[in-house]
Every structure is written in C-alpha cells, then in structure tokens.
C-alpha cells in the first residue's frame, strides 16, 4: 500500500473504514466465497467523500478498485492485498423522482431491484432488468453497460441513463446531471464512462431515463425445429406487435433438456424433442393485447416457423417460464463450468455454435456445453463444462469459443464487459486503433494509472 491506513480514516465517515478482521468478514464476490484481499475498503457517503479519497489515492499512486454489487462475471472488481477498495454501499439513496420528466436520481450504490421496485410505484417503468437485479447496483450496472433481458426493446444500460455524477482519480467532480432526452450541447461525456468498468472515473450518482409502465404482458414458450424458423418468429412478432415485443430469448436443445430435467425441479411445459425453443414477451397497454398475441402465436403455427406452444395464463406461469431460462445453476451438475457471453450476427449464428462444438469435441471428446440467450439482440450465452478448469484448460477453450468470432466481426463481450478474464481476447474485437485510442483516454483521465488498474486494457 502506497500510503498510511491512518490518512484514510477521516475521510469515509464515522464507520466508513474498514480493515484487518472487519474487512477479512467480507467476501470477495457473490461468485467468489473466499475473503477479500485489500489493504483497506472505504464506505464512503457522499461524493465530496468519494473526490477526497481520490485526490489523497491519486496523489500518493495508490491504486483503488470500485465496489458495488459484485456480481460481475469477468473479474473486474477483483483486487489484491495493496489495493484500497471504494465500496458505493452507503451512497445508497434515491434522491427524487419526477413522474412527468419520467426521470429518477439516484446514488449508485442504490440496488436494480430497489430502482425497479421505487419506479413501479410511481407507475413508472425502469427498464433495465437482469437475473442479478437484488444484488447489482446502478454505479455498476452502468460501469458495465448492463444488457439484460429486455435490450431487444429499450437497449443496453447506457439507454437507459440522461445524466452522471463522476469522480475524476485526482478528485475533480465532474457533474453532468441533465434530465432532458435532448441535449445535444458538445460532447456528450457520460458515455465516456458507462461501461469503462471503473477505469476512467468513479460513478457517484445518475438521473435515469424512466419509461411508462406497460398495461399488459403477455409470455409464451415456442418449440422451433431450424433456426431459420427461429429468425422467421422473430421478425413476425416483431412486425405484428407494432413494437410492443420486450424479450426474444432463445435456448437450445440441451438447455432446455437440462433445465427440465428431473433433477432440477422444473417440469417441462413442452415436449423435449424440439431443437430450439423461444421464450418470447410482449409488455403492451391495450384490453386487447391477450388475444392478439395469441392470433400472432397462432399465424407462426400455421406457417410452420414454431411446432408447438405454451401461453402462461397466470403470473405463476409466467415465472415458472423465465425459471427454465434463468436456472444456468443446473450446469454445475457437470463439474466445473466455463461461461461465455458472446455477440455476432444472428445469421452468422448457426455456423458459429456449430464451429465451436466442432472445436470442442476435437479437444475434449466428453465436453458439455449449453448454449442460450438473448438472440433477438444477437447476445448468446455459452457454458462449457469439460471436467476441470484448470488455466491451460480455461485457455484451450476460450481459444475455441473466441476465435472463431474474428472472422465474423462479433464481440467477445455482449454484456458482462472485459475486466480481467477477457482482456488478452480484447484484440478479437477491437482494431489496434479502437484500443489504441483507449489507452490515450486513460492515460488522459487516470495518469498515474490509480483506477481499477490492470483491468480491461
């Protein structure tokens, strides 16, 4: 550590510091039980606080790593035994909500879940949702640029966002809190620092663009034979819903399979001997919704581009629908497990998923590997189960998920980001250029290098 823990203790608040036993009490991640490794994590309250440890981290070269939720998947809040981490747990407040700007500010520790929860009373919509929404917070939602399950209809986290309270690593606020749709004065800075992970600033607070909360919604399970009859339902629904279609997931044959199995739980709402099935939803506001959504179910039938299909009638149903897509945990079944979350063209699609495997069972003849996700928005989730994990393992395999994307143009990260696990697959993705370029903003913005250093570039 590049400076004395005393220095530290004024600056956070009263119970603002914590070290030795009272740090060692906390885990390192939701993901990750073992205890966590710094030399000190800070609580701070307000972003006067969060500027003045800065400035003191920035001035002695200290590097500090932000918290929030932690449940990030690609290491980017991993820290070692010198860092000093910034925790938004107590910058935990919604400030205000305006339900004719249809806006909501808030700090960013505040938890998804609360934000979604506060907008709904107002009768209001946050559209952001992932499965992690009890435990996420906004600062890193947007630090990432969340994705989630309802990008095919209101876009990533970064859409979701009108203005952002920042600190600079040498303590400079900069405060660029608009609540207007429109604001098209210069450079739009925000954007600069959603899904930076944490390296060019650290998000105190945001004014959040809030929608209206649909009248209906309307949940359905399809089981498709090609994937081509996949592409075909999509573009259906999406033309005769008139705009109103909020998810479009997709899940293979063996996802569904395993989900379904008798071990997980959950009984099959349609028979297993489909090749894909599409759990799709409308979120609309008219009396009528129900029935035209069934006629447009119905259409994709008699064209042939679904076999089969499920409406849930009840919320209960509806829930146990999204379960199936939802319950990745049935994969640890397998042994150790090797997510991924990929982004291509939906029809570059079918021959990807079938290189990969191909790839797979060259290198490990008994591998399992699931494939799902958000295909309406060209996001697909894979995980990959090949008996241990260890790190020339963990290497053979990214090599045979992430390789085959260069060719295509797709994206070794959708939604999860890069932090440390993707960063040496960064330059699948990105021209020298494009990270050439990144390296100048953060040498700009971060010169000593002090913010969630070593992470994504």
Same mark, same amino acid.
């Given at each position: 550590?590049?400076?004395?823990?005393?220095? *530290?203790?004024?600056?956070?608040?009263? #119970?603002?510091? @914590?070290?030795?036993? =009272?740090?060692?009490?906390?885990?390192?991640?939701? +993901?990750?039980?073992?205890?966590?490794?710094?030399?000190?994590?800070?609580?701070?309250?307000?972003?006067?606080?969060?500027?003045?440890?800065?400035?003191?981290?920035?001035?002695?070269?200290?590097?500090?790593?932000?918290?929030?939720?932690?449940?990030?998947?690609?290491?980017?809040?991993?820290?070692?035994?010198? =860092?000093?981490? *910034?925790?938004?747990?107590?910058?935990?407040?919604?400030?205000?909500?305006?339900?004719?700007?249809?806006?909501?500010?808030?700090?960013? $520790?505040?938890?998804?879940?609360?934000?979604?929860?506060?907008?709904?009373?107002?009768? /209001?919509?946050?559209?952001?949702?992932?499965?992690?929404? $009890?435990?996420?917070?906004?600062?890193?939602? /947007?630090?990432?640029?969340?994705?989630?399950?309802?990008?095919?209809?209101?876009?990533?986290?970064?859409?979701?966002?009108?203005?952002?309270?920042?600190?600079?690593?040498?303590?400079?606020?900069?405060?660029?809190?608009?609540?207007?749709?429109?604001?098209?004065?210069?450079?739009?800075?925000?954007?600069?620092?959603?899904?930076?992970?944490?390296? /060019?600033?650290?998000?105190?607070? !945001?004014? /959040?663009? @809030?929608?209206?909360?649909?009248?209906?919604?309307?949940?359905?399970?399809? #089981?498709?034979?090609?994937?081509?009859?996949?592409?075909?339902?999509?573009?259906?629904?999406?033309?005769? *819903?008139?705009?109103?279609?909020?998810?479009?997931?997709?899940?293979?044959?063996?996802?569904?399979?395993?989900?379904?199995?008798? &071990?997980?739980?959950?009984?099959?709402?349609?028979? &297993?001997?489909?090749?894909?099935?599409?759990?799709?939803?409308?979120? #609309?506001?008219?009396?009528? =919704?129900?029935?035209?959504?069934?006629?447009?179910?119905?259409?994709?039938?008699?064209?042939?581009?679904?076999?089969?299909?499920?409406?849930?009638?009840?919320?209960?149903?509806?829930?146990?629908?999204? !379960?199936?897509?939802?319950?990745?945990?049935?994969?640890?079944?397998?042994?150790?497990?090797?997510?991924?979350?990929?982004? %291509?063209?939906?029809? =570059?699609?079918?021959?990807?998923?079938?290189?990969?495997?191909?790839?797979?069972?060259?290198?490990?003849?008994?591998?399992?590997?699931?494939?799902?996700?958000?295909?309406?928005?060209?996001?697909?989730?894979?995980?990959?189960?090949?008996?241990?994990?260890?790190?020339?393992?963990?290497?053979?395999?990214?090599?045979?998920?992430?390789?085959?994307?260069?060719?295509? $143009?797709?994206?070794?990260?959708?939604?999860?980001?890069?932090?440390?696990?993707?960063?040496? +697959?960064?330059?699948?993705?990105? &021209?020298?250029?494009?990270?050439?370029?990144?390296?100048? %903003?953060?040498?700009?913005?971060?010169? !000593?290098?002090?913010?969630?250093?070593?992470?994504?570039?």
């Amino acid at each position: 550590m590049n400076l004395n823990v005393k220095d *530290l203790e004024s600056l956070a608040g009263e #119970g603002g510091l @914590l070290v030795g036993d =009272d740090l060692a009490a906390r885990a390192a991640g939701i +993901w990750d039980p073992e205890p966590i490794r710094a030399a000190a994590l800070l609580r701070p309250r307000t972003t006067a606080q969060v500027a003045r440890i800065l400035a003191l981290c920035n001035e002695h070269r200290q590097g500090v790593v932000t918290h929030g939720g932690l449940t990030g998947l690609v290491g980017g809040a991993r820290t070692t035994a010198d =860092d000093v981490v *910034l925790s938004t747990e107590r910058m935990n407040d919604i400030e205000a909500i305006d339900p004719d700007g249809r806006t909501m500010t808030v700090q960013a $520790g505040v938890p998804l879940q609360k934000v979604q929860e506060a907008a709904a009373e107002a009768g /209001l919509k946050f559209a952001l949702d992932l499965g992690a929404r $009890g435990s996420c917070t906004i600062g890193g939602n /947007l630090a990432t640029n969340a994705g989630g399950n309802q990008v095919i209809r209101y876009g990533m986290a970064r859409e979701q966002v009108l203005g952002l309270e920042v600190v600079l690593a040498d303590g400079t606020v900069l405060s660029s809190m608009n609540h207007m749709i429109k604001n098209n004065a210069a450079l739009d800075l925000k954007q600069l620092f959603i899904g930076s992970e944490g390296t /060019l600033g650290v998000i105190t607070r !945001a004014v /959040l663009r @809030l929608r209206e909360l649909p009248g209906s919604r309307e949940t359905a399970l399809l #089981g498709c034979a090609r994937l081509d009859d996949v592409v075909c339902l999509l573009k259906h629904v999406d033309r005769r *819903l008139g705009g109103t279609l909020g998810s479009f997931e997709v899940m293979w044959q063996e996802f569904y399979r395993l989900v379904t199995s008798p &071990s997980s739980g959950s009984s099959a709402p349609l028979g &297993s001997d489909h090749d894909y099935y599409v759990l799709l939803e409308s979120l #609309g506001g008219g009396d009528d =919704d129900g029935a035209r959504f069934e006629a447009i179910l119905a259409e994709a039938l008699e064209q042939g581009w679904a076999a089969d299909a499920v409406i849930a009638a009840s919320g209960r149903e509806r829930d146990a629908l999204w !379960a199936l897509r939802d319950d990745v945990e049935q994969t640890n079944s397998h042994g150790p497990t090797i997510t991924f979350d990929v982004s %291509l063209r939906i029809s =570059d699609m079918e021959r990807y998923v079938a290189k990969v495997r191909e790839r797979l069972d060259a290198a490990f003849p008994e591998n399992h590997t699931w494939v799902f996700g958000h295909l309406g928005d060209g996001n697909l989730h894979l995980v990959v189960a090949v008996g241990e994990d260890s790190a020339s393992t963990r290497r053979r395999v990214e090599e045979a998920v992430y390789e085959p994307l260069q060719s295509i $143009g797709g994206s070794v990260s959708a939604e999860h980001g890069i932090g440390l696990e993707k960063k040496p +697959w960064l330059h699948l993705s990105r &021209s020298p250029a494009e990270i050439d370029t990144m390296r100048r %903003l953060k040498r700009a913005l971060d010169p !000593a290098g002090i913010l969630n250093p070593g992470k994504m570039l």
